[in-house]
């Protein structure tokens, strides 16, 4: 069975920064893509990202391209989502979810294309 834990969530001002970690373990799978989705409350759950095993395949939604990175260290099967100059708006849980032989698309992810999910860290952006 497929675990995700995340961790470094947490409570910053408005302009700071997080990392976010997903670790992955309990697969079989020698290539996989790991996306990052948000839900903020009263919404549905948003694709943030999508990074696969494969080489540079790695997709960013465009409210955060601009701010947010995302990478993978594949020798421990963990993805990062290093947020920076946060905003109000990106307070939500931030899951992570997991599928075996994904490739990201350019267009999107959503939580439909995920096969496993983790339980989710807060993210809470203050003013």
């Known amino acids: 069975e497929v675990q995700l834990v995340e961790s470094g969530g947490g409570l910053v001002q408005a302009g700071g920064s997080l990392r976010l970690s997903c670790a992955a373990s309990?697969?079989?799978?020698?290539?996989?893509?790991i996306g990052w989705f948000r839900q903020a409350p009263g919404k549905t759950r948003e694709g943030v990202s999508c990074?696969?095993?494969?080489?540079?395949?790695?997709y960013l939604a465009d409210s955060v391209k601009d701010r947010f990175t995302v990478s993978i260290d594949k020798a421990r099967n963990t993805v990062y989502l290093q947020m920076n100059n946060l905003k109000p708006e990106d307070t939500a849980v931030y899951y992570c979810g997991f599928r075996g032989h994904y490739y990201c698309s350019v267009y999107g992810i959503w939580d439909y294309n995920m096969d496993y999910w983790g339980k989710g860290a807060q993210v809470t952006v203050s003013s």
């Open positions: 309990g697969f079989t799978a020698d290539a996989y893509a």
């Open positions: 990074i696969s095993t494969d080489v540079d395949n790695k």
